[in-house]
């Protein structure tokens, strides 16, 4: 018989290998991920829940894998499971990742197996029991730039509704009506009415941002927020208690689950240093950025100057940053610059747009410039599907493949990514 009472984990968007140019920053980030996957083991959680982007990409340094791999595998012959799904980041529909690797090797349980589906073809959501605690567990993994919202207009749930004791379902997308007024503008997510009726937990992940919430039929809806973060927007939510950073442990009694968030992010050793040099000489903007970011070091810190404004004088190689970093490592500090907002003289700051936000700027205008679109990437996601082509047809050619596999390989892609049917072989 299934305890009434159990405990478990969820987490999402811990990103290891983020952060790929400042080891002191994704060595931070790391060690919150290894913090995160020791509260589990303390606070005696049944499993856990990975609701997606544990890694940045599919395939990351195996130096960065390793030690997480090695806390994930202590969990499990503690007796703990794993489940898992992917993200946004860790997906890739034509190669192995190490996601793939890891269930493998039986570090993970991956809830939602299914293969990429064209848009409109009906499915049934598929399930696992888990057997101590008798909860039953389903999930969506996402995709690149929200091309999962088909999924979940085309799920057949019934059976997994059906199904008796605790239900949970994982996810990795964005809810629209939980989105933080900054990100409603950018972001196309899905409804909370477009997730499965009537789970008793719903475990979401892929906007860095925690909230806690009511799912359909009056489950909680959960999203624990990113583990550390992957940018300096997500730290600055962070250290101001916008959002959590860590993980969340759910009790549930009675089949009712009641949730705490636990952070373990190193809040305390992030340092975020603003200079506005606007109007100054080198001289004098190189002294106001040694002194501010002087006096955020401390052994241990991560120092995030952002520098910015118009120079009266030189250039930001003027402004010896490298020097001051060094001062700071003889302190025991580390520091990680943002300068692409300081201007030279005579011309205006201009901040430089996000590899996402130029992307969406050239692909609108190659739509609006072709005419009109056909039918696969016509309607308001074509935006998001030409940019998952883009990145199906950049892949680079694995180490041992063929160019007739590497060639057949990215037609698939591209016709699963487009929702054609296969090409005929014979």
């Given amino acids: 018989m299934a305890p009434e009472r159990f405990v478990f984990a969820h987490l999402a968007d811990a990103h290891v290998g983020a952060w790929p140019r400042d ?26 829940l990975i609701s997606g982007d544990l890694f940045h990409t599919p395939v990351p340094d195996p130096a960065e894998v390793a030690p997480v791999a090695a ?19 860790d997906y890739v529909a034509h190669r192995t990742s190490w996601l793939d690797v890891l269930a493998e090797t039986g570090v993970f349980l991956k809830v939602a197996p299914e293969a990429v589906r064209a848009e409109g073809t009906r499915w049934t959501l598929p399930f696992l029991v888990d057997g101590p605690t008798g909860a039953r567990i389903a999930g969506i993994s996402g995709r690149s730039h929200g091309l999962d919202r088909s999924y979940f207009r085309a799920v057949d749930s019934e059976a997994f509704r059906a199904e008796p004791g605790f239900k949970i379902f994982q996810f990795h997308a964005a809810v629209e009506e939980y989105l933080p007024a900054s990100l409603r503008a950018h972001i196309h997510g899905i409804r909370v009415d477009d997730l499965p009726y009537g789970c008793d937990y719903y475990a979401g992940g892929h906007i860095h941002y925690s909230y806690e919430g009511e799912g359909p039929g009056g489950g909680r809806l959960v ?52 200079v506005d040099v606007t109007g100054q000489s080198v001289a004098a903007a190189r002294a106001e950025v040694a002194a501010k970011v ?13 520098v910015r404004g118009t120079l009266l004088d030189g250039t930001v190689a003027d402004l010896g940053l490298a020097e001051v970093a060094r001062a700071a490592a003889r302190k025991g500090a580390a520091v990680h610059w943002e300068v692409r907002d300081v201007a030279a003289p005579g011309a205006a700051a201009e901040s430089v747009s996000t590899e996402s936000e130029i992307e969406h700027a050239e ?34 050619k694995a180490d041992g493949e063929s160019r007739q596999d590497y060639a057949a390989q990215r037609s698939r892609a591209a016709r699963k990514t487009l929702g054609l049917r296969a090409e005929a072989t014979g």
């Fill in 71 to 89: 806390a994930l595998r202590s969990l499990v012959e503690a007796g703990r499971r794993i489940y898992v799904i992917y993200g946004s980041h």
């Fill in 294 to 306: 002087e006096a955020a070091e401390a052994a241990g810190a991560i120092v995030f100057p952002r």
């Fill in 363 to 396: 692909i609108a205008k190659l739509l609006a410039e072709g005419g009109p679109a056909p039918a696969a990437i016509a309607g308001p996601d074509a935006d998001a599907v030409v940019r998952e082509l883009l990145r199906e047809l950049g892949t680079a």
């Fill in 23 to 48: 080891p002191a920053v994704r060595a931070a980030l790391r060690e919150s991920v290894l913090a995160a996957l020791r509260v589990v083991a303390e606070r005696g959680c049944e499993f856990l």
């Fill in 223 to 274: 999203n624990p927020g990113a583990v550390f973060g992957t940018n300096r927007t997500d730290l600055e939510n962070g250290i101001a208690g916008r959002t959590h950073q860590g993980l969340v442990v759910v009790s549930v009694g009675d089949g009712r689950p009641s949730v705490e968030f636990v952070d373990t992010a190193p809040r305390d050793a992030l340092r975020l240093v603003e």
